[in-house]
C-alpha cells in the first residue's frame, strides 16, 4: 500500500523576491492571457508558456502549440476572430522545434492542417512517434520564407542550440521574433541553461536574433513579452557567467576533494564539480539577484552546465599528463 509524503511549507527554502518587470498580464478565468503583438500578430501565455498566431485571409497560422495551454488556443483564436470578424479555422502550424513542452498539443488541430518545421524536425518526431506531435509534412533546410494570406514569415535554421532543430521564426511585418528556450525575458535560465543539448549554439543564438530588425520578442516562456533590451541582458548574464566560471576553474584547487574520498573517485569528482560551479555561480548571483527573476534558483545549474561546455567542447582548463 502506498502512501503520500506530505510537505510542509515552512520546510522549503526561501528565495529573492520576483522582481516586479518579470511579470505579466493576469490570466482571465479560463487561465490564459491573449493580446496582440502588432496588427493581425497576437500571442497567448498561461504563464508558463507561450504560443502566438497569426490571422490571415487563407485561415490562421499557429506558431508552436505548448499542452499547459491546450485547447485555451483555440479560445484565444476563437475570441480573437470573433471580436474581428475573421476566420477562426486553424491552416497552418509552425513548430519552432520538437520539443513535447512546445508542440504537445499539435494533435489538437485537424489532420488537414499543414505542418511547417525544419527537416531535423521531422526526424526527430518520426524517431519519437507520439501521437500528440504529429510530424510537420513541409521542411526546409537553412532558411525558408512563408507567404500566407498576404503575410510574410521568415523561418531560419543556425545549427543545434536549444535543440538540434530550433529555429528562428521572424514576422518582419509584424516587427516581431519568436526564438523559443533561449532567452526568458525578464528571467534567468532554468536547469542546464533551458536544458540544452548545444552550450556554443546556445549562447551564440541571441546574436543571431538581434541581427534580425525586430521590436516584439516571443521567447516561449513566462508571463510577457520580451525586447531586445531583455535579450542583450541575457547576453550579459551569459558573458558574465562564462567569465567566472573560468576563474573557478583556474583559481579553485581541488586536492582536498581527493585526499577526502580517496579511491571513491566519483564522489571526488562530483565535490570538485559543484564547488567549481558553487564558486562560479556566486558573483553572478549576487549580480543579477533583483534584475533577473530566479538568479539565486537556477544561475548554479547553468553554470554547471555551461562549464562542462567549456571544459569539453571549448577544451578550457584541459591538461595533458607529462
Known amino acids: 500500500m502506498s502512501t503520500t509524503e506530505t510537505i510542509n511549507p515552512t520546510d522549503l527554502p526561501d528565495y529573492a523576491p520576483v522582481p516586479r518587470s518579470a511579470i505579466g498580464p493576469a490570466l482571465n478565468e479560463q487561465g490564459y492571457y491573449v493580446g496582440r503583438v502588432e496588427r493581425n500578430l497576437y500571442w497567448i501565455t498561461d504563464g508558463t508558456y507561450q504560443s502566438a498566431f497569426l490571422t490571415t485571409s487563407d485561415g490562421v497560422v499557429v506558431l508552436d ?3 499547459t495551454i491546450g485547447n485555451n ?21 509552425v513548430y519552432s522545434h520538437h520539443h513535447a513542452d512546445h508542440v504537445g498539443a499539435a494533435s489538437l488541430f485537424d489532420k488537414s492542417v499543414t505542418r511547417i518545421g525544419h527537416e531535423e524536425t521531422r526526424r526527430l518526431l518520426l524517431r519519437d512517434d507520439d501521437p500528440a506531435r504529429p510530424p510537420n509534412e513541409e521542411t526546409f533546410q537553412d532558411r525558408r520564407t512563408l507567404e500566407i494570406g498576404g503575410e510574410r514569415i521568415d523561418l531560419a535554421w543556425f545549427g543545434a542550440n536549444h535543440s538540434p532543430d530550433n529555429i528562428i521564426i521572424h514576422l518582419p511585418d509584424h516587427d516581431a521574433l519568436m526564438l523559443i528556450d533561449i532567452v526568458n ?10 536544458l540544452t543539448e548545444d552550450i556554443p549554439g546556445y549562447i551564440e543564438a541571441p546574436a543571431n536574433a538581434l ?3 525586430w521590436k516584439h520578442f516571443i521567447g516561449g516562456h513566462l508571463g510577457r513579452l520580451g525586447t531586445r533590451d531583455d535579450v542583450t541582458l541575457h547576453q550579459q548574464y551569459m558573458a558574465d557567467l562564462d567569465a567566472s566560471i573560468r576563474q573557478a576553474i583556474d583559481t579553485l584547487d581541488p586536492t582536498a576533494f581527493y585526499v577526502k574520498y580517496g579511491e571513491n573517485v566519483w ?3 562530483k565535490a570538485h564539480l559543484d564547488a567549481t560551479a558553487a564558486a562560479a555561480a556566486k558573483p553572478v548571483i549576487e549580480k543579477y539577484t533583483g534584475v533577473l527573476a530566479a538568479a539565486d534558483v537556477f544561475t548554479e545549474h547553468t553554470a554547471f552546465w555551461v562549464m562542462e561546455s567549456i571544459r569539453l567542447d571549448l577544451g578550457y582548463g584541459s591538461q595533458v599528463h607529462p
Not at 479560445?75 to 475573421?86: K, L, Q, T
Not at 525575458?185 to 533551458?194: E, F, I, K, L
Open 73 to 93: 488556443i483555440q479560445r484565444a483564436i476563437d475570441e480573437i476572430a470573433s471580436a474581428n470578424g475573421v476566420s477562426n479555422k486553424v491552416s497552418y502550424l
Open 267 to 269: 564522489a571526488a569528482v
Open 65 to 67: 502549440a505548448p499542452p
Open 211 to 213: 541581427a534580425y530588425s
Open 185 to 194: 525575458p525578464g528571467w534567468v535560465p532554468v536547469y542546464n541553461s533551458n
